[in-house]
């Protein structure tokens, strides 16, 4: 009697916490949605202006985005993970036939040498973003069943040489990221994995030496005095408005770096905009909000059976959206050099906005997963 109340009480506790979990992520979320989508019009109204002749065109585009994320959202989140898992093998062939569509001359656009996009129902849909999720389903797939070197090898190298070609070095290294900390997750070998970084790094820096384009990155970041009207401007302009920012900001609407100083102000570099704005502290207090939203994605990966399909797609999740935080906001205070990957949630792009929502509908289907398991796995115990 006594075993079968404390059943009970445990149970609704666990229940309880679940339910609190699920309820303060999907809040970080919308929170997060709105903050960043309030930054893309503070960011980007100069921008608008001067491409298609009125400030609210890039609010419109991403508030498009941020409608069908959330429906995306609330459907994925009902789906069954066993309906991930069985169709995991048919989202990885569609994601690489993406990656290798733009490259095709008329059918992707090129853009500053790089060919990443092109035109899907008279929207601009970058790929990329679509084989993130895509890669993280089937890498969490075939890692749960029997994580073969062999098999982590061909894969890795087919996207690799994909985006290469695009060319995407910012997007290759996320990914590489994400599958090589999946692979040691899903018990890999770390000799292994030690020896093929050994070979990528080593790839890496042939591939920098060989390309003009990203040896002037490199360069620019070591030096970025050396050529300030040039190739240093981005990253000066960023460190400008860093500064300009102190402690509490110039508040609100006040920046002046968005005004076509910074490049791509309401995208890759707008945390910049964000720093300016609200100064080291209010940039820190939302810089604090996202790293809460990526230590909730790890509580969930943490909660669900050790290296099952289902724990390896959510710690995936976590090291995509994780990576990519600390990328982008090492090359804003140019800790590293500028890799052109968006901050999620605060960066103008569609596809990146509505992936992530994609993305946190999954995980919050596993938070609901576990929360219809728990009572009779409660009881199995007892």
């Not at 500053?112 to 929207?123: E, I, M, P, T, Y």
């Not at 402690?247 to 309401?266: D, L, M, R």
């Not at 990576?323 to 982008?328: D, K, T």
């Not at 990957?341 to 960066?347: E, I, K, R, V, W």
Request: proline share 4%.
């Amino acid at each position: 009697m006594k075993s079968r109340r404390r059943s009970k009480t445990r149970s609704a506790s666990e229940k309880k916490s679940a339910f609190s979990l699920e309820k303060i992520f999907l809040f970080t979320t919308v929170f997060l949605s709105i903050l960043g989508l309030f930054f893309i019009f503070e960011a980007s109204t100069t921008e608008s202006y001067r491409l298609v002749g009125h400030q609210y065109h890039f609010l419109k585009q991403q508030s498009i985005a941020l409608f069908l994320g959330l429906i995306a959202l609330f459907v994925t989140q009902k789906w069954p993970f066993s309906f991930w898992q069985k169709t995991a093998g048919l989202w990885f062939i569609a994601g690489l036939t993406l990656l290798f569509l733009v490259l095709i001359p008329g059918f992707g656009i090129e853009l500053n040498g790089a060919k990443r996009w092109f035109v899907l129902g008279g929207r601009v849909f970058q790929p990329v973003e679509f084989f993130k999720f895509t890669l993280i389903l089937f890498s969490a797939n075939w890692m749960s069943k029997n994580p073969k070197p062999q098999t982590f090898l061909f894969f890795t190298g087919l996207f690799s040489l994909l985006l290469l070609l695009q060319p995407d070095m910012g997007s290759l290294l996320i990914l590489l990221w994400i599958v090589f900390g999946m692979f040691f997750l899903a018990g890999g070998h770390l000799g292994f994995l030690a020896g093929v970084s050994s070979l990528g790094i080593g790839l890496l820096v042939i591939a920098i030496l060989s390309s003009s384009y990203r040896f002037q990155r490199v360069t620019t970041y070591l030096d970025p005095a050396k050529d300030p009207l040039g190739a240093g401007f981005h990253i000066r302009q960023i460190t400008l408005a860093l500064g300009h920012g102190g402690w509490f900001g110039v508040g609100i609407g006040n920046s002046q770096q968005k005004h076509a100083y910074i490049p791509e102000a309401s995208s890759d570099s707008i945390f910049a905009i964000v720093a300016e704005e609200m100064g080291f502290v209010g940039a820190t207090v939302i810089l604090s909000i996202m790293i809460f939203y990526v230590f909730l994605i790890y509580k969930i990966a943490s909660s669900l059976p050790e290296r099952s399909f289902e724990q390896l797609l959510v710690f995936g999740i976590f090291l995509w959206f994780g990576g990519q935080i600390l990328l982008n906001i090492s090359a804003v205070v140019a800790l590293v050099p500028l890799t052109g990957l968006p901050l999620p949630f605060f960066s103008y792009g569609g596809t990146s906005l509505l992936m992530t929502l994609v993305a946190t509908g999954v995980l919050l289907g596993a938070v609901r997963n576990q929360k219809a398991r728990l009572p009779s796995r409660i009881r199995k115990k007892v």
